[in-house]
């Protein structure tokens, strides 16, 4: 009755696109980070309180939104007929996209308060050591920021993975192409299939502390090199 | 204001915040100038502004070069400065060599002339046992070791010190201090020293730049500086006169040592150091007093002649004199504090020869700069054998 071949797909699926999203997070979020980390700017909260947004808003909220936006006739799916679809709604990038919206405040949050906590400092010295302002965010503002590059990694991935109601509304349940392991458990209890759902439900559990214990664990040890 | 390749030339006017800052002045490319004063009176900020790590409208050139003007404008990172911080500022995740390397590969890679080595850096410092050691197993005035070191190996043409023994315990100021004096006397670039601590001037500088709210008050040789009335530093309870002193003889009988200064010489106990050799003396002004004749017996073995410069009223008991050295009043600048009453009695005045008493005298470690010398040939010397002798 079990069908071990049936659990997979979801589970390529949800790594593939938590990993995907965790990446693309980084290279966005950073910038993003940076920004409100250094900025004088007096609108630089209300850009703040935007990331936020996802923190509070209801995810069916945002998945609506995202399914009128990217949709046919949306702006998204202008883009999509670019690339000769029709639509956005119910394909991976439409995912990915929800997903680094719905992630976002989970990674820069972090990174802002790790490069919030050093200070000016360190970036002057850095100058009058002749090291251009570039030079000095990847020789210096990186590597002190690391406590806070890696929380925000394990942050977003995790939180992608069970990430449950952006990816319904824009992603529906389409086997193979849509359905994460999150909606996948929603549909094995809908369907009274308790065992597949015994099964992705305990080893989120798994990996959820996994990934939590090897966070604090690097994150002590990066302290203790600080000292 | 002239761009020579023998000083900085600084002039900053404008407003950080609520404070505001209108200076202008002019050091020597060579020796330790202070910028000296209260807190709050803007030596930080103009050490920034000439950092370029701070921006107020201004001009600056440094050795007849231009950083600033109201069309150019240097970012920190292509000055060729060192900055030694208050607090030392290491980076937490390089270790003591590679933080020593940071500014010495982008120096190289900047085209500089190497003209400091590693080793050299190392070893005059004392670093050698610390160089794989991660910054926060070590002490803070081994961490400002480090932090001047890493400063220097910058290839910097002018150094820049914000206040470095400020944040150190005493033992570590004591620590770091003879580095300091060393540093002076061997580098051939010159150094910019912030600084609210007197004693700390007195040690080390060879010019001030007295500062008070935000603008420059007097600036000069420190010897001419410290003991001119009209300013504050003449009226604190600790004002004291700088001299160059040359070592003399050693009078092993009474184990006093001869030393002479500009238009006179002096005793002073205990063993100083090799004949030749200079020394900075500092003579505080309520340890000079005057009297009109040569006494005949007196406890006193300091007795020089000395000419009346100038007089001004400190309060309603005492005055401060000025005083230059020798029969024709032709040597070192003396400063003396005495009464108003004794003023009086003796009918002191301008012009008018005295004898001053030197009741006591301090050693300071440092020997002083040879004034004798001229600036050019000091910096070619100190590059013809390095920075280090």
Request: glycine content about 10%; cysteine-free; hydrophobic content about 35%.
């Given at each position: 009755m079990l069908d071990w071949g049936e659990l997979w797909p979801p589970i390529r699926l949800t790594l593939e696109l938590a990993a995907a999203t965790t990446v693309l997070l980084l290279l966005v979020g950073t910038p993003i980070a940076w920004w409100l980390a250094r900025s004088r700017a007096r609108w630089k909260e209300a850009v703040a309180a935007v990331v936020a947004l996802p923190l509070v808003l209801p995810p069916t909220v945002l998945g609506f939104y995202l399914l009128l936006f990217l949709g046919p006739r949306g702006p998204g799916g202008d883009v999509a007929e670019l690339f000769?679809?029709?639509?956005?709604?119910?394909t991976f990038t439409g995912l990915l996209f929800g997903s680094v919206l719905f992630s976002m405040p989970f990674v820069v949050q972090p990174i802002r308060n790790a490069f919030e906590a050093f200070g000016e400092r360190p970036l002057e010295v850095a100058a009058t050591l002749r090291a251009s302002r570039w030079d000095a965010f990847w020789s210096v503002a990186v590597p002190l920021a690391r406590p806070g590059f890696l929380t925000g990694a394990v942050l977003g991935f995790a939180h992608t993975v069970g990430e449950f109601g952006v990816v319904l509304m824009?992603?529906?349940?389409?086997?193979?192409?849509?359905?994460t392991l999150s909606v996948a458990i929603f549909d094995y209890v809908n369907t009274l299939r308790w065992t597949e759902a015994h099964i992705i439900a305990g080893g989120m559990v798994v990996f959820s502390f996994v990934v939590i214990l090897a966070m604090f664990v690097l994150e002590k040890r990066f302290s203790r090199l600080r000292g | 204001m002239t761009d020579s390749p023998d000083t900085i030339a600084a002039r900053f006017a404008g407003s950080l915040g609520s404070f505001t800052l209108d200076v202008a002045f002019t050091a020597p490319m060579q020796g330790l100038t202070a910028l000296f004063?209260?807190?709050?009176?803007g030596k930080t900020t103009i050490l920034r502004c000439i950092a370029g790590l701070a921006r107020l409208p201004g001009r600056l050139s440094v050795g007849g070069e231009v950083w600033q003007d109201d069309r150019i404008f240097r970012f920190t990172h292509e000055r060729p400065i060192g900055y030694v911080f208050?607090?030392?500022?290491?980076?937490?995740?390089?270790?003591v060599r590679d933080n020593l390397r940071y500014g010495q590969r982008r120096a190289a890679r900047a085209g500089a002339?190497?003209?400091?080595?590693e080793s050299d850096t190392v070893a005059f410092l004392g670093l050698d046992r610390m160089l794989?050691?991660?910054?926060?197993?070590?002490?803070g005035g081994e961490r400002q070791r480090v932090a001047i070191g890493r400063a220097l190996l910058s290839q910097a043409r002018v150094l820049l010190m914000d206040?470095?023994?400020?944040?150190?315990?005493l033992n570590s100021k004591e620590e770091i201090l003879p580095y300091l004096e060393a540093l002076h006397e061997r580098l051939a670039i010159p150094m910019l020293y912030v600084s609210h601590d007197l004693s700390e001037v007195q040690r080390l500088a060879d010019t001030i730049v007295l500062l008070e709210k935000g603008r420059v008050i007097a600036t000069g040789p420190l010897s001419d500086v410290l003991t001119d009335?009209?300013?504050?530093s003449a009226r604190r309870p600790d004002a004291s006169a700088m001299l160059d002193a040359e070592v003399g003889e050693f009078d092993a009988r009474y184990a006093l040592t001869h030393v002479s200064v500009s238009g006179g010489n002096l005793l002073v106990p205990g063993?100083?150091?090799?004949?030749g050799s200079h020394r900075r003396v500092r003579v505080a002004a309520a340890d000079v007093s005057l009297v009109a004749e040569r006494p005949s017996?007196?406890?006193?073995s300091n007795v020089l002649p000395a000419r009346i410069v100038e007089m001004r009223p400190l309060d309603d008991a005492q005055v401060n004199v000025v005083l230059q050295l020798g029969q024709d009043g032709a040597g070192a600048r003396l400063l003396a504090r005495v009464t108003r009453r004794s003023a009086e009695m003796l009918s002191l005045a301008p012009g008018q020869q005295v004898f001053a008493q030197v009741k006591a005298v301090s050693m300071l470690r440092r020997r002083a700069a040879?004034?004798?010398?001229p600036p050019v040939a000091r910096r070619a010397t100190a590059k013809s054998r390095g920075w280090l002798p």
């Open positions: 000769g679809l029709r639509t956005f709604a119910f824009i992603g529906g349940n389409i086997p193979g192409r849509t359905r | 004063g209260a807190s709050g009176s208050q607090e030392a500022s290491l980076f937490p995740h390089l270790s002339q190497p003209t400091i080595s794989e050691r991660a910054p926060a197993t070590l002490s206040e470095p023994l400020a944040a150190l315990d009335v009209n300013l504050p063993r100083i150091g090799e004949p017996a007196t406890t006193i040879a004034k004798t010398t």
